[in-house]
């Protein structure tokens, strides 16, 4: 039991806390993985997507699948969720403030 607290007190908050209400450790490895992966999706999304063909898509989002799997193993002892979380809420921000700039400079003209 001390070994697992030990283990648990070198964790990130994000990846303790769903290890902690999660009822076994597969179960919470798994939701911190699509925890990983929706977030990224979203990073990915707001800050590098452009418009592409439906395949091209679907291979970005296999290779981001294959991507978040290093990911979730760095997140037990790295702030990788928080970091993407940060991440995903600075492009939110600038997107809405690059949308009412665009709104502004239109209706200037």
């Known amino acids: 039991m001390a070994e697992q607290q030990f283990v648990y ?6 990846a303790r806390w769903l290890y902690e209400i999660l009822p076994n450790y597969d179960v919470a490895g798994y939701a ?3 925890v990983i992966f929706l977030l990224s999706a979203v990073v990915y999304k707001l800050g590098f ?15 981001l699948l294959i991507g978040c799997i290093m990911l979730t193993f760095l997140a037990f002892f790295l702030p990788i969720v928080e970091g993407l979380i940060i ?12 949308h009412n700039e665009k ?3 239109a209706s200037a003209s």
């Open 32 to 34: 911190l993985y699509l």
């Open 87 to 98: 991440a995903a809420m600075i492009l939110i921000l600038y997107k809405i403030r690059l």
């Open 103 to 105: 709104k502004r400079s």
């Open 49 to 63: 997507a452009k418009k592409l063909r439906v395949g091209q898509n679907i291979v970005i989002y296999i290779f």
């Open 9 to 14: 007190d070198k964790m990130y908050p994000v």
